[in-house]
């Protein structure tokens, strides 16, 4: 099992930046890819970024260039800075964790294995 305990959200201006920090505990050698999702409120989770072991990363369309994806293997953390912020941007962002290898990085999209309560980023005008 693994626990994944988000940090980092809040309010912040349009333009403004915020840092999320995803720490994990249990059998974090196990795993080989974390990502980041958001939900907000009346629409689908999306995945907005992953990290592999290797790292390899991905993003979606709407956050690259603005967001960065990290992880500290040495202290089983993985990162979000979310730079030049849009209101539509406002969501729970939710920090996961997958154990499967060989998944194509576009894959990640439909879910991973442990997922942590999330954290809400509002970005406001």
């Known amino acids: 099992q693994v626990q994944l305990v988000e940090s980092g959200g809040g309010l912040v201006q349009a333009g403004g930046s915020l840092r999320l920090s995803c720490a994990s505990s249990g059998k974090f050698f196990s795993i080989v890819a974390m990502g980041w999702y958001r939900q907000a409120p009346g629409k689908q989770r999306e995945l907005v970024a992953v990290?592999?072991?290797?790292?390899?990363?991905d993003y979606a369309e709407s956050v690259k260039g603005r967001f960065t994806i990290s992880r500290d293997n040495a202290k089983n953390t993985v990162f979000l800075q979310m730079d030049s912020l849009k209101p539509e941007d406002t969501a729970v962002y939710y920090c996961?964790?997958?154990?499967?290898?060989?998944?194509?990085?576009?894959?990640?999209?439909?879910?991973?294995?442990?997922w942590g309560k999330g954290t809400l980023v509002t970005v406001s005008l």
């Open positions: 996961a964790a997958d154990r499967r290898i060989g998944v194509p990085l576009h894959e990640y999209s439909s879910g991973m294995d442990y």
């Open positions: 990290i592999t072991r290797s790292p390899l990363t």
